[in-house]
């Protein structure tokens, strides 16, 4: 009996021990599953998941007062739709700038999956075959024969234009673009020339990639190398007649949230142009610009930013006609241009539409005024 009360008296303290810490375990467990089950494998509150599950980050109680505790289960597993390293798999989503602020006229510099629909259209082009940067030079192969006075002396042109990029990751995607021309001339009759008449078609093909040197959260310094296919008809106005490559390094940087700015400087070179009288009827074309895009307007459904942008082109060489004394000159000239526009972005679909008007402020230039309708659809 002694030895019975003994047992009895030693184990009464351990048993109220043992249900002191099986009750803190329970407990315990349930705090950490419930942990587990609202920030996952990862956390949605970050490395640390502590803290109020319905206030910020988590550094409450596990539960708010009055509330039923989370069943102990397994956090859900989520199946990504993609692997993040497919190739072409969307690009620099989520980085950098939102698609509303992509530039209008300057080329952007992020690497992206995207499709975009563009109508261009531009006014008075007073001097169309300079440097067969526009289109070939009126003798052979472009649209004119100086020897039945058929000279272009005013071009208005429309082109509606077809372009894919597709991104293989943030840093290198590929692209190309295939433009169909509509071609109006006219000439000064009172000289005893004549215009070429009306054409349409496919215009030079454009093809290449862009490399990202630098792609850092706040900005973008990207190579991009193009090449321009000779696929339009050089006699109908449609094209140049020859290859040409235009490296160029291209600039995007978020200044904050509402201000991005951009810049480009890009290196046109024809290759085996045409030549008149022994010499390169086709020159080296410099072209360059800068830029800013600032959201003016914010909402749930729409992002719509003012765009404003200077774009020059500076002709190193080359030849160009002259309808006023029938002759060739040298081409060599600066030309720059004022463009203003703003692009909407519909942030339900993530696609954009940019409207946008080009002004010469130079007396040289490739037209007079110029129109911009484009959308993109990001994918």
């Known amino acids: 009996m002694w030895n019975v009360r003994w047992v009895r008296g030693l184990h009464r303290p351990w048993l109220n021990f043992s249900l002191a810490v099986l009750a803190a375990a329970t407990m315990t467990g349930s705090a950490s599953a419930t942990d587990s089950l609202l920030c996952g494998d990862q956390g949605l509150c970050g490395e640390s998941c502590t803290g109020d599950v319905y206030s910020g980050p988590l550094t409450g109680p596990v539960n708010p007062p009055d509330q039923p505790i989370v069943p102990d289960s397994a956090p859900p597993v989520f199946e990504p739709t993609m692997q993040a390293d497919a190739l072409f798999a969307g690009g620099v989503e989520g980085t950098l700038t939102s698609p509303g602020h992509a530039p209008g006229y300057i080329d952007w510099a992020v690497p992206r999956t995207n499709f975009r629909m563009r109508f261009d259209a531009g006014f008075d082009s007073n001097r169309p075959d300079r440097a067969e940067f526009f289109y070939a030079q009126y003798q052979n192969p472009g649209p004119g024969n100086l020897g039945n006075g058929i000279v272009n002396t005013t071009v208005n042109f429309q082109d509606i234009r077809g372009y894919l990029e597709l991104a293989a990751n943030d840093r290198f995607s590929v692209f190309a673009e295939l433009p169909i021309r509509f071609l109006q001339t006219e000439s000064q009759g009172g000289r005893g020339l004549q215009d070429s008449g009306n054409?349409?078609?496919?215009?030079?093909?454009?093809?290449?990639?862009?490399?990202?040197?630098?792609?850092?959260?706040?900005?973008?310094?990207?190579?991009?190398?193009?090449?321009?296919?000779?696929?339009?008809?050089?006699?109908?106005?449609?094209?140049?007649?020859?290859?040409?490559?235009?490296?160029?390094?291209?600039?995007?940087?978020?200044?904050?949230?509402?201000?991005?700015?951009?810049?480009?400087?890009?290196?046109?070179?024809?290759?085996?142009?045409?030549?008149?009288?022994?010499?390169?009827?086709?020159?080296?074309?410099?072209?360059?610009?800068?830029?800013?895009?600032?959201?003016?307007?914010?909402?749930?459904?729409?992002?719509?930013?003012?765009?404003?942008?200077?774009?020059?082109?500076?002709?190193?060489?080359?030849?160009?006609?002259?309808?006023?004394?029938?002759?060739?000159?040298?081409?060599?000239?600066?030309?720059?241009?004022?463009?203003?526009?703003?692009?909407?972005?519909?942030?339900?679909?993530?696609?954009?539409?940019?409207?946008?008007?080009?002004?010469?402020?130079?007396?040289?230039?490739?037209?007079?005024?110029?129109?911009?309708?484009?959308?993109?659809i990001f994918m």
Request: proline share 3%; hydrophobic share 35%.
């Open 199 to 376: 054409t349409n078609g496919i215009a030079d093909l454009e093809a290449g990639f862009k490399y990202a040197i630098s792609n850092d959260p706040s900005h973008f310094l990207t190579f991009q190398m193009k090449t321009y296919i000779p696929t339009g008809n050089a006699s109908d106005g449609l094209g140049t007649d020859h290859v040409s490559l235009e490296p160029g390094l291209l600039f995007n940087s978020r200044v904050n949230s509402r201000l991005d700015i951009f810049a480009e400087l890009r290196d046109w070179i024809p290759i085996n142009g045409s030549t008149l009288n022994g010499q390169d009827y086709a020159g080296n074309v410099l072209r360059y610009g800068v830029g800013a895009a600032y959201t003016a307007h914010c909402s749930e459904s729409v992002e719509v930013s003012p765009i404003v942008e200077f774009v020059g082109w500076s002709v190193l060489d080359g030849q160009v006609f002259d309808e006023r004394t029938l002759t060739n000159v040298s081409a060599e000239t600066t030309i720059v241009n004022a463009k203003v526009g703003l692009r909407t972005l519909f942030k339900k679909s993530g696609n954009s539409l940019y409207v946008g008007y080009g002004n010469a402020l130079t007396g040289q230039r490739w037209y007079e005024n110029f129109l911009r309708v484009e959308y993109t």
